[in-house]
């Protein structure tokens, strides 16, 4: 099962708000063992977000999780963009206006509107692409939204964290959870006292024996020692558990061959 | 000038890396009066690299910083990405040698490296590019590269945090500071009491009196009270700072008109 992730909003690039629904989004979407393919973090600006969908929807992604530009305002653009790339009209959806007039009463009611009837900028929210499904918004007014197109699922995702967080939960990870058969699999573990320059040889060694895997060192510290920590994963396309398992046991013993560093399985905390 | 930022590295899709390296650079990029167009975390895939690189260098970008892939391993193929999209081979750099080998001796001192003679795998890191012009890394073994291409410049970087950082501060840091002539003009203040569709008319009616400015409202906790932090800055194309102050003063008088919510332009602490 393959992710792809689209923020959009010229906030996220401009340093003032930093990027937390992404961290948290692969976070979550790898623990339930999807794969996340790539993303992109982009501007409100239609064109862009049209060829960042348009490139999204050629990747092998099983789904396109969008987050930002469903609000009420000119700037907020998410489905106008998937209309135009998915060729489906926009059009106000009765489901959708029902969510969204439920939270122009609760907001008169707070005193955060002043106005007796729902605005036109209330009901942009209940406007999405045709054969659309919204989807509730616990925290916030506007509706998530869900679209199938050529066997990819969109989910469209508001940007504010604690409603992105709450549809999250209540809506993609119960349909992720559904549809991940096979968990990616992955095992990690450290190398001591060698840098990655030295240990090359022995990675490459293992890629060309394991076909099929993905070997990933990185140095970083631990109690203020320089470590390798080295990820065996598989790659998109092949199944099998047992050559991460196999490829790790490789790497380990050409490590211990060295008569040099030290494999560690688990760091102390 | 416009930025673009490519990180590659399967370990920041799969949930186990933090990407601090975006939110550092965007910071520090911004803060010296740049704009960040896009960015986008990429696999370890060739494919995809080469395809990222192509559509940045297509972007309104004028420098375009990429970040991880420049190791000793075989899946550190940056520069056979950038090498292929901007047609010039690889080559041996005897400038970029020098530097690895000198850190091929400091490795050997520090016992990082158990092998007498420098290794085709250091050696790699010093295979660039032809043209392209090497950077001392002082933390790390491998450089930094500096391309120029179609009035563009690349810079390829390292992953690990702390080799970027002291690449940025003593090598991308001047060269922007030298050519951004004038910084992108920003305003911000914050609307208590309102929500965002309630002020969406303000927010669409200050785009159409205002061509060239962005407007972005996004919701805010702050010691716990929900507020709007309102931004206001220029377009790409348009330069004019007065017209971010004009903005400003139109939209807090709407505000005001509406005889509801508070306009604050500093938080207290």
């Given amino acids: 099962m393959n992710v792809e992730i689209i923020n959009t909003g010229n906030e996220l690039l401009n340093g ?3 990027n937390t629904n992404v961290e948290w989004l692969i976070k979550k979407i790898t623990k339930l063992g999807a794969r996340i393919i790539q993303y992109s973090v982009i501007p409100d600006d239609l064109d862009v977000i049209c060829s960042t969908l348009q490139a999204a929807l050629e990747h092998p992604a099983d789904v396109i999780i969008t987050s930002g530009g469903l609000g009420a305002t000119y700037d907020d653009m998410t489905l106008t963009a998937i209309s135009k790339v998915v060729n489906r009209p926009l059009k106000l ?3 959708a206006l029902e969510m969204v007039e439920l939270k122009f009463e609760y907001a008169k009611k707070l005193g955060w509107t002043y106005a007796n009837l729902i605005s036109k900028h209330w009901k942009k929210m209940a406007v999405i692409p045709e054969g659309s499904t919204p989807i509730e918004n616990p925290p916030g007014a506007a509706p998530a939204v869900q679209l199938e197109h050529n066997g990819k699922t969109i989910f469209a995702l508001p940007g504010p ?10 809506a993609i990870r119960p349909f992720l959870k559904e549809r991940i058969k096979k968990k990616v699999p992955d095992t990690h573990f450290y190398v001591k006292g060698l840098i990655e320059p030295t240990i090359s040889g022995i990675i490459d060694e293992t890629y060309r024996k394991f076909e099929g895997i993905w070997v ?3 140095p970083m510290l631990h109690t203020g020692k320089l470590m390798l920590e ?5 790659q998109d396309g092949y199944d099998s558990a047992e050559l991460v398992e196999n490829a ?4 380990i013993k050409e490590i211990e061959k060295l008569g040099h560093g030290q494999v560690i ?5």
Same sequence: chains 1, 2.
């Avoid at 080295?230 to 598989?234: A, E, F, K, R």
């Avoid at 790790?248 to 790497?251: A, E």
Wanted: net charge positive; glycine share 0%.
């Fill in 16 to 18: 003032k708000i930093k």
């Fill in 93 to 95: 959806n009765q489901r």
């Fill in 161 to 170: 964290p604690n409603e992105l967080h709450a549809i999250f939960r209540n």
């Fill in 216 to 218: 990933k060192s990185h």
């Fill in 230 to 234: 080295i990820h065996i994963t598989l």
């Fill in 248 to 251: 790790k046991d490789y790497f």
């Fill in 265 to 269: 399985t688990e760091l102390e905390a």
